[in-house]
């Protein structure tokens, strides 16, 4: 049911006045406060850097919010956003374990109270009231809460990639370019999270972003980190490419920050190797194959061999070769052995008899080399792209036994 306060419907009329009542109480208690500021670069396309002075709204207003957090206004707008379950997302995405009280309590005033302060007082300039700063803050909660979809964005750096422009890569995730400030607009201490020269470098131009509408019911953001981390898995699968992500993901929830993740550790590491260019061939391989990752939840060896091969995109010899030829002795080899995910490989590898057993020779050695690795990796992309990976050992075998033709393949030798 809309009512009117202060001369305008809201949805909420109740959490209109504690949200309200906390902001002003806040104000009270910073005013007059110095505000620190942080000088900022922007790069320009081969002018002189441009510079700007940011007020640091987030970080100061986080600094005191043990004390704000003591004030009885505060302890009145938590229990008005506990009655209200759209609330939901914003305490899971920060207290985890719903069914605790106190963390549910910090988490409410971390994600919303905390949040709308700062977009209040940014409004503002500082801490001097103004009823129009906290109408248009007011508004953005009222929308998040009671909206019928959400807008749900998570962004990190990604490196070691370059491309033309936007490049979708299916089930809401895409690489596109870096905006300047889109991160910095809203997570000021963002600075100190990026990867190395990142907006500078012409591989360190990109971003990797899930962008994606939820329901209003629901209670728990997407797993960005899992989903993201995939996709850059998939693109070093498909193109071969130095390539990383993070090290964090910036999570925002219709616009406003809801929470900064972790990037698991092996998408976050950049690899050993070149930077390299994502072409319209690749990008439509890498998004095929990022859908096609979850077969290996159910697929102890596909798995394996996964993990592995990521592993030795990092590892020095003996190790590396070590992990090279478990992976593929996991993929195509299992019961059977080493000598048969050999024999495998090169057949599905192989165009012609001759190049089989020079690859059959290779993978034989000791030491894996960058053919061996390149291998690898191509064996696991047409395990993925086949979608059966029991099946193409058998259809391998039978081919083995000049029983039916050699499977046809998704790369180019």
Known sequence: MWRVTDGVAHRAPHLYQSLRAFCLAAFAAERGAELPFAFEEHATGGGPSLYEYRPLVRGFVEEQGPTLRRLPDARNAIDDL??????AMFANAHSGAMHASGAQDDALFRTILLPMLVAVAERCGGFDWSDDAFAAAYADIERSLFGTARSYVAVTP????????????GGDIRVRPVVSGEVSSLWPEASGLMPPQFGRDVD????LELARELDAGEAEPPDAAGELADA???LRLATAGAIAAGPVVFERLDFRPLRI???LPIAATQPRGEATRLDSLRARLAADLRERLPLADDDRGLSEALD????SLFADDPFRSGQVRDALTALFGGADGTWAASM???VLLGEQSKDRAELLEALRAEHANRVVRDALRRVLVETLLYGN???LIRTLDETLLGLRPRPATALAA
């Open 232 to 234: 850059v898995t998939a």
């Open 82 to 87: 506990r009655r209200e379950p759209a609330a």
């Open 344 to 346: 495998r490989a090169a």
């Open 389 to 391: 990976r029991a099946e």
């Open 158 to 169: 990604l490196v070691g990639l370059s491309a033309g422009g936007r490049v979708e890569l």
């Open 308 to 311: 592995r091969w990521e592993l």
């Open 204 to 207: 360190r131009l990109l971003v």
């Open 261 to 263: 993740s972790p990037l």
